[in-house]
């Protein structure tokens, strides 16, 4: 998710899972269009549309790997 790169196809998504085991888990489904760029933005996802409009998308940290299941904190 590096903000450049556009989405291939469209999909809706629920959340967005990192490969050191935390997601970014929306508040509700939202779609992601073909040509849609994503980014994070003050620990929040940021979603650029291929028309230039900004769509900034509710949501919150958790980890997901093992015992370590909850809330991801940032101080």
Not at 23 to 43: H, K, M, N, Q, W
Not at 44 to 50: F, Y
Request: glycine fraction near 10%; proline fraction near 3%.
């Amino acid at each position: 998710m590096d903000g450049l790169t556009p989405v291939s196809r469209s999909v809706w998504a629920s959340d967005l899972v990192t490969d050191d085991g935390y997601a970014y888990v929306l508040a509700r489904p939202f779609l992601l269009r073909t040509g849609d760029r994503i980014s994070f933005e003050s620990d929040r996802l940021v979603v650029a549309r291929a028309d230039g409009e900004r769509v900034a998308v509710d949501g919150a940290w958790e980890t997901r790997c093992g015992f370590l299941r909850g809330r991801r904190r940032y101080e």
